[in-house]
């Protein structure tokens, strides 16, 4: 419950400072924002994470397109951030070089080339069932 209030406090911020200091009406920052921008979260969620019964095989390398790559912040360095949570995100793309193979190795071969390929694979199959240990 405390959850709740805390979100509907928060949603009630949000939506005062949209419509009252931006001006922007309910249904287009619903519609326009808010729903695309939950959606590519989601969409990055699913990308970057399997059901493994081994937590290492569980993150993915994704190799995204320039695109993607921008929109969502070249999460080809997920599994890798995973390993090394305090490194700067500036020095992970030589250290991504670097470390690449080991990576995969670690993560079972979690390998994405890229959403296209996410989208082909997934766009009308279902990903496996999550495990519970």
Same mark, same amino acid.
């Given at each position: 419950m405390k959850a709740w &209030?805390? *979100?509907?406090? /928060?949603l009630g911020l949000t939506l005062g400072w949209v419509s009252?200091?931006?001006g922007i009406p309910f249904w287009e920052?619903?519609?326009l924002l808010a729903?695309? /921008? +939950?959606s590519f979260t989601l969409l990055r969620s699913f990308a %970057? *994470?399997?059901? *493994? +019964?081994e937590c290492e095989g569980r993150t993915a390398v994704l190799e995204? %397109?320039?695109l993607f790559g921008i929109l969502y912040l070249y999460n080809?360095?997920?599994a890798l951030h995973h390993n090394t949570p305090d490194m700067a995100w500036y020095k992970l793309p030589a250290l991504f070089r670097e470390k690449r193979e080991d990576l995969l190795k670690q993560n079972h071969g979690y390998? &994405?080339?890229?959403y296209r390929n996410l989208f082909r694979k997934y766009l009308f199959n279902t990903k496996k069932i999550p495990y519970f240990a």
């Open positions: &209030i805390w *979100h509907l406090f /928060g009252g200091v931006c920052y619903l519609f729903y695309p /921008g +939950t %970057e *994470h399997r059901s *493994h +019964t995204a %397109e320039s080809n360095y997920h390998l &994405i080339r890229g």
